[in-house]
């Protein structure tokens, strides 16, 4: 069955780097745009960066621009989010999740999440 | 920026229907989906392209955009249903979420 497995979470301190991975099985990824949505502890969802399909195309969220960097490999089915230069208000699950390839496309798919705490 | 507005919490009696709205400056015009999260869980889709139910979701779930506001009903709610609720469209390129409605199955 359609599968998204997130890991690469954990505490680093403000400033420092993290790099999340999310690898899919089960669907054909490379068919499908994927997006990284992270929930602070008791809050809502936010949408923090997107990808196409092939890679070419790229969004991110003013919270995070300029700091975070969604990439891809379509030879591994895996989805990669950079992070660096982390502040406390990036703490958060992070959740990977694959796009509907049809107008307006919702999140059809979505993993089990990966915590990440940045704290001194 | 467009934002998307919804009500903290509902609360619903076993078998009532439970209505969550979702206001945003012409919504109807565009794609609405909505999600719903339990405790300690991920989210999972419930309604896409304003009124679409994936494979394995209720009928009791059905969703209508129109105007400003978007609406999310759940026919015969059951204490299972007890969640958070939220609504999720595109602006342009930019994905906005609703801040979610915590249903309560009283």
């Known amino acids: 069955q359609m599968q998204l497995v997130e890991s690469g979470g954990g505490v680093v301190q403000p400033g420092r780097s993290l790099r999340l991975s999310c690898a899919a099985s089960g669907f054909t990824f490379s068919n499908y745009g994927m997006r990284w949505v992270r929930q602070a502890p008791g809050k809502g969802l936010e949408c923090v960066a997107l990808?196409?399909?092939?890679?070419?195309?790229?969004y991110y969220a003013d919270s995070v621009k300029g700091r975070f960097t969604i990439s891809r490999d379509n030879s591994k089915n895996t989805l990669f989010l950079q992070m660096n230069n982390l502040r406390p208000e990036d703490a958060a699950v992070y959740y990977c999740?694959?796009?509907?390839?049809?107008?307006?496309?919702?999140?059809?798919?979505w993993g089990q999440g990966t915590m990440v705490t940045v704290s001194s | 920026s467009f934002e998307l507005t919804q009500p903290p919490s509902e609360s619903v009696s076993p078998g009532q229907t439970a209505t969550f709205t979702c206001s945003g400056e012409k919504l109807g015009d565009k794609y609405v989906a909505w999600y719903q999260q339990k405790p300690g869980q991920s989210p999972i889709l419930v309604i896409y392209?304003?009124?679409k139910r994936p494979s394995g979701i209720p009928e009791r779930f059905s969703g209508f955009n129109s105007g400003d506001t978007a609406t999310l009903t759940i026919s015969e709610t059951q204490a299972v249903d007890e969640a958070d609720y939220y609504c999720q469209a595109w602006d342009s390129s930019t994905v906005v979420f609703g801040g979610g409605t915590r249903l309560t199955v009283l």
């Open positions: 990808i196409s399909n092939d890679g070419d195309d790229e």
């Open positions: 999740s694959k796009g509907q390839n049809v107008v307006g496309g919702a999140f059809d798919l």
């Open positions: 392209q304003d009124n």
